[in-house]
């Protein structure tokens, strides 16, 4: 296929004249244009889900997602693997991941990096992938040749795939086991997949990670209760979430989590399950960090 036959590549009429348009006009039809977005990604939920709890029985089994990807892509899956960390209090080799040019392609393009298969499958290959674990893959068009072959790749080895594309019938998604697939259709500047595109991916990579982690128990209810309390901000929403699902008021909160080492999920199991803060602890790490199941023992 040539790339000029890809929806994302095609020629938005209604902005064939953006170049002439006040602000407030541009930025109105760059709204209505993004507001197809949620509705479009909408479609794809039967198979984001598949991709949720594939993610989640690899987590259960101490198995890792890596995102890859090449420009706006790959930093879309650097951005929510980066994230991961301090929202959930979860290791950084949980939620990795690979970008064609290195770190250095987060701040400065490298896109010709992005037509080197061989790249793919050697960046890749370093992080071994396995038979635990679930390898994303970005790209925007899903012809990229990188992203191609690093899921070629890590399906080699055993690992589970899913393609995350914006053109239907796209490569990408016939070599993955899921393939989610948003036509978001032309862009409003021709080509430039950061803006469309790359809402729908940023859509779906919240939706796999956060989804993924509610499903292994590093969420109770709507709180983010394995959250490292790093500054005050996150220290005070650290006491109302004791607050709220231990019901109890912030003298005592705040004496827990000092007694816990300031470890908001310890801190709540000794709150919840009326434990010590060793006995706590030893919960926790027997079910890997599920609170709810700490809590019932």
């Known amino acids: ?151 070629r790749y890590a399906k080699s080895k055993g690992a589970k795939t899913v393609g995350i594309a914006c053109n239907r019938g796209s490569q990408l998604g016939k070599i993955a086991d899921i393939s989610i697939e948003v036509e978001v259709g032309p862009e409003v500047l021709t080509g430039s997949s950061r803006l469309k595109a790359g809402t729908a991916q940023k859509l779906i990579c919240n939706m796999l990670t956060t989804g993924a982690m509610a499903r292994v128990g590093y969420v109770c209810s709507n709180l983010m209760v394995n959250l490292i309390l790093k500054n005050r901000k996150l220290e005070q929403r650290g006491i109302a979430i004791l607050q709220i699902l231990a019901r109890v008021d912030r003298d005592i909160a705040m004496k827990t989590l000092q007694q816990a080492g300031m470890k908001l999920p310890v801190a709540l199991v000794m709150l919840q399950a009326n434990v010590s803060r060793v006995e706590a602890a030893r919960r926790l790490k027997r079910t890997k960090g599920n609170v709810r199941k700490a809590i019932e023992g």
């Open 1 to 151: 296929m040539q790339i000029s036959e890809l929806t994302t590549e095609r020629r938005n009429p209604a902005t064939e004249h953006f170049d002439s348009m006040s602000a407030l006009e541009l930025i109105t039809v760059m709204n209505r244009e993004d507001s197809l977005v949620p509705r479009r990604v909408r479609s794809a939920l039967p198979e984001i889900a598949k991709a949720v709890e594939l993610i989640a029985d690899s987590f259960a089994r101490g198995g890792r997602l890596i995102y890859v990807g090449t420009g706006t892509s790959g930093r879309i899956g650097a951005l929510d693997a980066s994230e991961i960390p301090p929202t959930f209090g979860t290791d950084p080799v949980m939620v990795q991941f690979v970008i064609a040019g290195g770190e250095k392609a987060l701040i400065h393009a490298t896109e010709a990096s992005e037509d080197s298969g061989e790249l793919g499958r050697k960046d890749m290959s370093r992080r071994r992938p396995g038979k635990r674990d679930v390898i994303v893959g970005l790209a925007a068009s899903g012809v990229t040749p990188y992203t191609i072959n690093a899921l």
